[in-house]
């Protein structure tokens, strides 16, 4: 994200958003998640890159 200028992620959530409601604690309730096999990832967002003298490419 921070990358990406702060812009939302698949998620839609900001970076600040992140900041906000605590890293470690995001991270935490992530890996129980995993742990307890709760967590199911939204799908990739496909952005199209634009390619010379061909048609935009995934």
């Known amino acids: 994200m921070r990358a990406n200028n702060g812009a939302p ?10 900041e906000e409601y605590g890293v470690v604690r995001l991270f935490d309730e992530l890996a129980d998640e995993l742990r307890e096999e709760q967590y199911w990832p939204l799908p990739a ?9 061909s048609a935009d490419r995934a």
């Open 45 to 53: 967002r496909r952005v199209l890159i634009p390619k010379p003298g």
């Open 9 to 18: 992620g698949i998620g839609n959530i900001t970076l600040a958003e992140v």
